[in-house]
C-alpha cells in the first residue's frame, strides 16, 4: 500500500509563504515524476508544478516564479515553497506521485494524496 501524506497548508496573509511537504511511505519500489495540483471551491483540480526523478521541474504559468518546487529522494518528499502568495491561490492542494510497485512487471501507477488547505486572506 502506498500513501502520499500532505502538509503544511494554513492561513496565510497576501504576501506571505508556507512551505508545502508531501512525503511518499509503504511498500514500493521506485517513484518517477512527483507534482502538485490545486483545486478552489467551484473550479477544477488545475496543475501546478512538477519534478522529475533527476530534478527536471515545470510550472504551471500562473505560478510565474512565486512557488519552488523541489525533493529529496532519499526521503521521498516532495516540497513547494510558495511565495508572494494571493488570495486566488487558495485551494486545496494535492501532492500526486507516479510509483512503481515492483520491479516487475513495470507498472507505473499514480497516487495522490488526500489534499491539504491553504487560505490565503487578511
Known amino acids: 500500500q502506498v500513501q502520499l501524506v500532505e502538509s503544511g497548508g494554513g492561513l496565510v496573509q497576501p504576501g506571505g509563504s508556507l512551505r508545502l511537504s508531501c512525503a511518499a511511505s509503504?511498500?514500493?519500489?521506485?517513484?518517477?515524476?512527483m507534482g502538485w495540483y490545486r483545486q478552489a471551491p467551484g473550479q477544477e483540480r488545475e496543475f501546478v508544478a512538477r519534478i522529475t526523478n533527476n530534478g527536471g521541474t515545470n510550472y504551471a504559468d500562473f505560478v510565474k516564479g512565486r512557488f519552488t518546487i523541489s525533493r529529496d529522494n532519499a526521503k521521498n518528499t516532495v516540497y513547494l515553497q510558495l511565495n508572494s502568495l494571493k488570495p486566488e491561490d487558495t485551494a486545496v492542494y494535492y501532492c500526486?506521485?507516479?510509483?512503481?510497485?515492483?520491479?516487475?512487471?513495470?507498472?507505473?501507477?499514480?497516487?495522490w494524496g488526500q489534499g491539504t488547505q491553504v487560505t490565503v486572506s487578511s
Open positions: 509503504g511498500t514500493f519500489f521506485s517513484i518517477a515524476a
Open positions: 500526486t506521485g507516479s510509483v512503481r510497485v515492483r520491479p516487475f512487471p513495470v507498472i507505473w501507477s499514480d497516487y
